[in-house]
Structure formats: C-alpha cells, structure tokens
C-alpha cells in the first residue's frame, strides 16, 4: 500500500452529519491514520491531496478524549441519531422551550400534589385511611371517564388546562366540605390533557421526523422529558419543605411558575415553522395570494397564525361528508354534480357560512388541497380585500344581488380555479410548503358519481 500511494496522501475521508470531514492518510508501515475529528484537510477541493492541520501523528490520532466521548454519550441519549440533519430546523428551539415548560410543569404539579395529600388527610392522625382510598378512586374515575369522552370530542388546549387543574389541587385543601368534587374535577382535567397532548406531541414527532426517523424522534423526547422531570423532582425535594407550612407562599410559588409554563408553551409554538397547511394557514396564504400575487413562506405564515382560534365567526369548512348529508334530491344531484371536474363535489350555503364538500374515490392530497381551497375562495367572495380581476367581478354582481344562485357561483368559481390553483400550488412548492400532505381534518366517507348526470335532465 505504502509503494502505491504517496505518503500523507488523502485515500478517504469521512463525516458525521454536517459535522467536519475527517481524512485518512497512509502511514510508512502500511497502517491508516485517521485524522482528530473535527479537523479537515487543508486543500479545497476533495479531488486534491494534502496534509491534514493541526492533526497528530501516530496509531493514537483520532482518538477522542474522555470529555468528548462524554459529550458524545449524551448527545446519542438525547438527540436523534444524526441530528441536526435528521430532523426539522425548528427542532432544537421547540425542545429547549418545551423543556423549560416541563420543569415549570413538573415543579407545579410537585406543589399540586403536595397540597391534595394535605386534603387526604397525610398527617393528620384523625384521618381515615378507608375514606382518603375512596377519594382517590372516584377521583382517578372521573379522570378515565373524561378521557374516553374527550378522545371522541376532541380539542387542543391543553397546556392552559393543565395549569387550571394543578390550580384546583393547590385550592382544593382549603375546601374541606367540597374537596372530593374539586379533586375530581381537577383530574377530569389533566385526563384531558393527556389525550390532547398525546394528539399534538403525535403530529410535532411527524413534523420534527425527516429520514423515517419518528421512533427515534419520539424516544428521544421521552429520555429529555424523563430529564426535565428527574431535575424538577430533586428541586421539589428542596422547595417543598420551605412551602408546606406556608400555603400563601405556596400559592405565590404556584402562580410564578405557571407563568414561567405558560410564557415557555407560548415560545415553543411560536418556534415551530410547519410546513404542511391546515385550514387556517391555508386561509392566511390563499388571502395573501389572492391579494398581492405572491405565497407566504412557512416561516411567515407560522408567526403570522394566531394561537387562539373559534372566538370568531368563520367558513365551517367540512371535508369528506356523506353524500347523503348533502343532497336529498334528483335535482340537486344534478346540480351539485354540473360543472365538477374534479373528484369532489361542493355544496355551498351562503346564509349559513357553510361549505361542505363530498370527495371522490380517487381523491388524493392535491384534490382535498383544491377542494379546501375552492371553500375558502367562496368565504373571500363574502368578505372584503383585493381580489384578481374575475373574482372581483363576481363579487361585484353577487353583491349587487345580480348573482344568487349559489349552485352557478360554485360554477364559475370552478372555472376560475382552473387557471388560478396550478399557479398556487407552484406558488406553494416554490416557498417551501409540503403538498403531498396536508394537516386539514378531512372525513373517510367517499362517494362516486356519473359526470353525465350533470349534462342531462332527470
């Protein structure tokens, strides 16, 4: 080997992740030194030989020292394998603001706990052991009972729940007479947010997972929650002495660090950029594209979306209905099914804000995409803003009462999407957003139908 090739020539190199390269020369015995990693060769092109700087000569070169292989040790605990490339940029910032919340978190439900063994009767020599079991249990009940109820109704709001509970443990001792009834109330609560917050840590691992990594993401999570949680017990062990015999304190204590959690949830979400759309990114993008031409990066569009939504009125924008739900006739079979060429089928009601649309068999990402945005389009007929030429003449007869018909608007603004979507959806991919999947909450039922229904009298 050392007669073929030159000695200190490079033969290979290699590196972890984006990490620095890391080069392998000859030695005069025939043996490979690897260079420390973290040096690079000096030359800029791969294709040239060179001497490594800075590396050490020797069979010991590359070698790591016990401080990195430490590092090394935990960075492979606690963060994906090949991280940073493995995941989403936004990833390390959601997680140092998701930790910092957990440790609030944790230190609050230390004091919550803290107080409703005090309402048990812990250390009090009166106490019925018999009593403060039943508590517990109609208390872990009411929790379970939540639980089943909430994971059919749905709802994401967990975090602020989550603190309410724990506020309802804190007061709860100073309740004797309703202590059962708060304490279950509380734990109906925080049943609640484990099913909400189950929901939303499932779609931030998919978010966060970028090479099939979604195991890998999601334990990791777990060993950094299971740190949080470990450094928020041993601070506990300090702070609840200080506390147990002071309850304002307590209360004092409590409320500081919902605040501190409160104040981390609202950093960490506003740290994640997604790029898939749901219905109110999709809403703020089709506005800005149809006001001024251009789409909205997902960096953009994440800090614009609001944080709190439903306070008011909107498009109740329904995706994947039953057909049945939508037509009760002959005639509005065929007038629901006239000028759809694409396999979805929309039904408008202007009185009611509503758009319901009925997917068809072969309905993949791109239609339900197109079918969300047909919907909205209607909504921005209704509402004020610039609006390309065609819709803005349709909207000008509409509200000069010379279009009514719901059925012929759905129409044309068909024609319209036509020439409109394919240049937003270009818009779409050239700004970053994933469109092979979205986040719209769409119904399984799907529908097939005759297109010659809709050019013939029945």
Same mark, same amino acid.
């Given at each position: 080997?050392?007669?073929?090739?030159?000695?200190?020539?490079?033969?290979?190199?290699?590196?972890?992740?984006?990490?620095?390269?890391?080069?392998?020369?000859?030695?005069?015995?025939?043996?490979?030194?690897?260079e420390p990693e973290g040096q690079r060769w000096c030359g800029a092109s791969r294709g040239s030989a060179g001497r490594p700087a800075g590396g050490r000569r020797g069979g010991g070169a590359g070698r790591p020292g016990v401080a990195q292989a430490l590092l090394r040790g935990l960075l492979a605990v606690?963060?994906?394998?090949?991280?940073?490339?493995?995941?989403?940029?936004?990833?390390?910032?959601?997680?140092?603001?998701? !930790?910092?919340?957990? =440790?609030?978190?944790?230190?609050?439900? !230390?004091?919550?706990?803290?107080?409703?063994?005090?309402?048990?009767?812990?250390?009090?020599?009166?106490?019925?052991?018999?009593?403060?079991?039943?508590?517990?249990?109609?208390?872990?009940? *009411?929790?379970?009972?939540?639980?089943?109820?909430?994971?059919?109704?749905?709802?994401?709001?967990?975090?602020?729940?989550?603190?309410?509970?724990?506020?309802?443990?804190?007061?709860?001792?100073?309740?004797?007479?309703?202590? *059962?009834?708060?304490?279950?109330?509380?734990?109906?609560?925080?049943? $609640?947010?484990?099913?909400?917050?189950?929901?939303?840590?499932?779609?931030?691992?998919?978010?966060?997972?970028?090479?099939?990594?979604?195991?890998?993401?999601?334990?990791?999570?777990?060993?950094?929650?299971?740190?949080?949680? %470990?450094?928020? $017990? $041993?601070?506990?062990?300090?702070? %609840? +002495?200080?506390?147990?015999?002071?309850?304002?304190?307590?209360?004092?204590? =409590?409320?500081?660090?919902?605040?501190? &959690?409160?104040?981390?949830?609202?950093?960490?979400?506003?740290?994640?950029?997604?790029?898939?759309?749901?219905?109110?990114?999709?809403?703020?993008?089709?506005? &800005?594209?149809?006001?001024?031409?251009?789409?909205?990066?997902?960096?953009?569009?994440?800090?614009?979306?609001?944080?709190? *939504?439903?306070?008011? +009125?909107?498009?109740?924008?329904?995706?994947?209905?039953?057909? &049945?739900?939508?037509?009760?006739?002959? =005639?509005?079979?065929?007038?629901?099914?006239?000028?759809?060429?694409?396999?979805?089928?929309?039904?408008?009601? +202007?009185?009611?804000?509503?758009?319901?649309?009925?997917?068809?068999?072969?309905?993949?990402?791109?239609?339900?995409?197109?079918?969300?945005?047909?919907?909205?389009?209607?909504?921005?007929?209704?509402?004020?803003? %610039?609006?390309?030429?065609? $819709?803005?003449?349709?909207?000008?007869?509409?509200?000069?009462?010379?279009?009514?018909?719901?059925?012929?608007?759905?129409?044309?603004? &068909?024609?319209? %999407?036509?020439?409109? =979507?394919?240049?937003?959806?270009?818009?779409?991919?050239?700004?970053?957003?994933?469109?092979?999947?979205?986040?719209?909450?769409?119904?399984?039922?799907?529908? *097939?139908?005759?297109?010659?229904?809709?050019?013939?009298?029945?």
């Open positions: 080997m050392a007669d073929d090739v030159a000695l200190g020539a490079r033969l290979c190199w290699e590196q972890f992740g984006s990490g620095a390269a890391r080069g392998c020369r000859a030695a005069a015995d025939g043996s490979l030194q690897w606690f963060l994906p394998r090949g991280f940073p490339e493995s995941v989403s940029a936004d990833y390390l910032r959601y997680q140092l603001w998701d !930790s910092v919340q957990a =440790f609030a978190s944790s230190l609050s439900g !230390s004091l919550a706990t803290h107080a409703v063994l005090l309402g048990l009767g812990v250390g009090d020599a009166q106490a019925s052991a018999s009593a403060a079991t039943a508590t517990w249990l109609v208390k872990d009940s *009411t929790g379970m009972l939540g639980r089943i109820v909430f994971a059919w109704w749905k709802g994401l709001f967990a975090d602020i729940l989550n603190d309410v509970a724990m506020l309802l443990e804190i007061l709860a001792p100073l309740y004797p007479a309703c202590f *059962t009834v708060i304490v279950c109330v509380s734990n109906l609560a925080k049943c $609640l947010v484990s099913v909400a917050g189950g929901a939303t840590r499932a779609a931030l691992t998919m978010h966060q997972a970028r090479r099939n990594n979604m195991a890998d993401v999601s334990a990791k999570d777990g060993s950094q929650e299971t740190l949080v949680n %470990l450094a928020g $017990l $041993l601070v506990s062990l300090l702070m %609840l +002495p200080l506390v147990s015999e002071n309850p304002s304190f307590s209360l004092g204590c =409590f409320c500081l660090l919902t605040a501190l &959690h409160i104040y981390a949830n609202y950093r960490a979400v506003r740290a994640l950029v997604m790029e898939t759309l749901n219905e109110g990114r999709l809403r703020m993008v089709l506005t &800005h594209f149809l006001q001024r031409g251009e789409v909205l990066d997902p960096t953009s569009a994440n800090q614009m979306e609001p944080l709190w *939504t439903g306070f008011l +009125p909107s498009l109740s924008l329904s995706l994947g209905v039953p057909l &049945h739900r939508v037509v009760s006739s002959a =005639f509005e079979l065929q007038q629901l099914v006239r000028g759809h060429q694409e396999p979805y089928l929309l039904r408008w009601d +202007p009185a009611q804000n509503q758009v319901q649309v009925v997917l068809g068999q072969t309905a993949g990402p791109k239609t339900v995409l197109r079918a969300a945005t047909h919907g909205l389009l209607l909504r921005a007929l209704q509402r004020d803003g %610039l609006l390309p030429g065609e $819709l803005e003449e349709l909207r000008s007869r509409m509200q000069a009462g010379q279009e009514k018909d719901s059925w012929a608007i759905v129409r044309e603004t &068909h024609q319209v %999407l036509d020439k409109l =979507f394919p240049k937003f959806l270009k818009g779409l991919r050239d700004a970053g957003w994933n469109t092979e999947k979205h986040q719209l909450e769409v119904d399984e039922w799907r529908a *097939t139908w005759l297109l010659a229904l809709g050019k013939k009298g029945l």
